[in-house]
């Protein structure tokens, strides 16, 4: 079988990438590790709400894009080759395509009023306030902190196996360090019940929720890894050691090819992944699982092979490597790691 992405899922990528690349650089992630809480600057999302990017799940006769994983998987790693600091798999992949189908599984549409509201530019009342045109959702599953968790207008949170979208003000918490600061992280602490509103509800909701999270945050180690590796490369090209480029010495040479390696075998298996979402195919969790390990391992590698062959410099904070590399850290770990989904993998297949 030969697979290969459609014109138009890569002119939507090559179109957030190329609005990225201007709003999101480097100095733009360095002032969300040090903006004060609720202050995150939304340039950036404002952009990519515009663009449609928050409503690529929801189905057209929700008000959404109709697309499909296949389309969101390039966003997503687009996103993570910029290091984006805001919560877009939370809003994008985890919350867009529950909220997108709400209204047929209730019977009507919740009380915040149409899904496309909730993303699009429009701004509906939830608890006798105003959202602002793009809303930032974030979300907090299985007992893990929510990213922008102080920053957000909405939160998604699992509770008694029941999904419930509550204003960030009917929820309190403690914001957490992390190695990426970035991150923002908010542990939920308690909730308002009375501002909630129920969008899904069982044990089979939490785990597609989950599965959406794996995956986008699998796309978005798929960004990072081919960041992190692109700027080793041009600086083992550019620093010269004994009158050559280092680049040019065989260990490094090596060290890099196992990198690409891990890269190259990384990223199909997350596409193939996207693709048995986009079909609804049943072993799609199993397939989202080795896209997560997959994804997760290339990172450590090849994060492990740009730090060491950066040096010293490597460790400077004033170096952008640190941004990405701490990001990937953190994404390597977030909704499961390598070793968990491999386990899971392991039981699902009865080994």
Do not use: N
Request: net charge negative; with cysteine; proline share 6%.
């Amino acid at each position: 079988m030969r697979f290969h992405f459609t014109a138009e899922q890569v002119a939507l990528h090559d179109a957030v990438s190329a609005l990225l690349s201007g709003t999101c650089t480097p100095a733009a992630v360095r002032a969300a590790w040090t903006a004060p809480a609720s202050s995150f600057d939304r340039a950036s999302w404002q952009a990519l709400s515009e663009m449609g990017v928050f409503e690529v799940l929801v189905p057209a006769e929700a008000g959404g894009l109709g697309l499909d994983w296949c389309s969101l998987v390039l966003v997503l790693e687009a996103t993570g080759r910029v290091c984006f600091p805001g919560p877009i798999v939370e809003t994008a992949a985890v919350a867009a395509p529950v909220l997108g189908e709400a209204p047929r599984l209730l019977g009507a549409p919740p009380p915040l009023g149409e899904a496309a509201l909730v993303l699009g530019k429009a701004a509906p009342l939830l608890g006798g306030a105003a959202l602002p045109g793009a809303p930032m959702i974030s979300a907090s599953l299985g007992g893990m902190p929510a990213p922008c968790g102080d920053d957000a207008d909405l939160l998604l949170v699992d509770h008694r196996e029941t999904l419930l979208l509550l204003p960030r003000t009917a929820v309190s918490g403690q914001r957490l360090e992390s190695v990426d600061r970035s991150r923002r992280l908010l542990r939920v602490e308690a909730i308002d019940p009375s501002m909630a509103t129920v969008v899904a509800e069982g044990p089979a909701a939490l785990e597609a929720a989950l599965d959406r999270a794996a995956l986008g945050t699998a796309a978005q180690l798929l960004g990072l890894s081919q960041t992190m590796l692109d700027m080793t490369v041009a600086y083992v090209a550019d620093r010269h050691q004994f009158g050559v480029p280092i680049g040019s010495f065989q260990a490094v040479k090596h060290r890099l090819a196992d990198a690409l390696m891990e890269l190259r075998f990384a990223r199909p298996v997350v596409y193939r992944a996207a693709w048995s979402m986009a079909v609804a195919d049943a072993a799609a969790t199993e397939h989202v699982a080795m896209a997560k390990a997959m994804a997760s391992d290339a990172a450590e590698v090849i994060g492990r092979a740009a730090l060491q062959c950066h040096g010293a410099m490597g460790y400077a904070d004033t170096h952008d490597l640190h941004l990405y590399l701490k990001r990937s850290w953190a994404l390597a770990r977030a909704f499961g790691s390598a070793a968990w989904h491999r386990e899971q993998v392991a039981v699902r297949l009865g080994i």
